[in-house]
């Protein structure tokens, strides 16, 4: 089978028109439709089917295109892996992190690994602060910054800091003025502004109170760290939450007061997998987030 066939297909059938394939690889549309032909008499089944002007996969055509993908994408890897061992500063790094990561932990490594590495690029891919990790061998991401240990007998992961949580309360909470280090329960009857279900740092909010003996009344649920410090310097009640960064204070008005419990932290790390081998980019990038945290 033809290498360019295959994208062909698998171009029409992601819903890309034959007259638009036709454009963009500077050839015919007879030209296209001979080659989707072709592919049906060597697979031995038509794997398209016209519905008014447009081409639909038939059953087989689903079945055929899963494995396409797979083969492609490992084709790609492969003439990548080529390129990067030519040249390993031409490479490009797929890295996912979440979204409270982007202010500040994302940036200085880019910018300290660049003034090294000049020439490779970063594909960078947003995650929110779930549980669950972006990393897997078919998911295209090479490393991900995390703020919670992900579970798995095939992925890899290295601590590289832990960031202190704090209780942050409204400036004019009675507690707003307190210097030692504060106990959860002492703020037990408090309303809670959480991240919705799903998140990392609400699992460890639930924690932290579960060992504190009680469980938080959640007064409201939001969809970013933004909107929670936002919701508690607007009064409208306490949430567990990083500091904010050096320059970022200046932003609130509300108070973040350290916690006793040792276990207030979040770990940060970087997640691999050893299902999907990292390139030479990919490897370069990973060792350098590592000798940074060490």
């Not at 280090?181 to 109170?209: I, Q, S, Y």
């Not at 938080?216 to 970013?224: G, L, N, T, V, Y």
């Not at 008005?253 to 997998?273: F, K, M, N, T």
Request: with cysteine.
């Amino acid at each position: 089978m033809e290498t360019r066939d295959l994208r062909w297909f698998q171009q029409v059938a992601d819903g890309i028109t034959v007259t638009e394939l036709s454009e963009i690889e500077g050839t015919t549309q007879p030209g296209v439709s001979r080659a989707l032909a072709r592919l049906d008499r060597e697979v031995g089944t038509p794997l398209l089917h016209r519905v008014g002007r447009t081409l639909r996969m038939t059953r087989a055509g689903s079945a055929f295109k899963r494995h396409v993908d797979a083969l492609l994408h490992e084709l790609d890897d492969g003439l990548a892996a080529v390129e990067q061992l030519v040249d390993p500063e031409s490479g490009t790094v797929t890295l996912a992190f979440h979204a409270s990561l982007g202010t500040w932990l994302v940036p200085e490594l880019l910018s300290s690994f660049r003034t090294n590495h000049p020439g490779v690029r970063f594909d960078l891919q947003l995650q929110p602060g779930l549980v669950s990790s972006a990393i897997g061998p078919g998911s295209g991401v090479d490393l991900e910054l995390t703020t919670r240990r992900p579970h798995g007998p095939s992925v890899r992961w290295a601590r590289l800091t832990d960031e202190s949580l704090c209780l942050a309360v409204p400036h004019d909470d009675p507690l707003a003025d307190h210097d030692a280090p504060l106990d959860l329960a002492d703020v037990a009857e408090a309303g809670f502004v959480m991240l919705r279900e799903g998140w990392a740092l609400r699992e460890t909010t639930m924690e932290l109170a579960e060992r504190a003996g009680f469980t938080p009344r959640i007064a409201f649920e939001c969809e970013d760290l933004a909107t929670v410090r936002a919701f508690v310097d607007a009064g409208l009640g306490v949430a567990v939450l990083p500091a904010p960064r050096a320059g970022e204070q200046a932003a609130h008005s509300a108070r973040y007061l350290p916690l006793s419990d040792r276990r207030a932290v979040r770990e940060i790390g970087l997640a691999w997998s050893e299902e999907r081998r990292l390139l030479p980019a990919a490897e370069l990038f990973r060792q350098h987030v590592v000798a940074c945290a060490g």
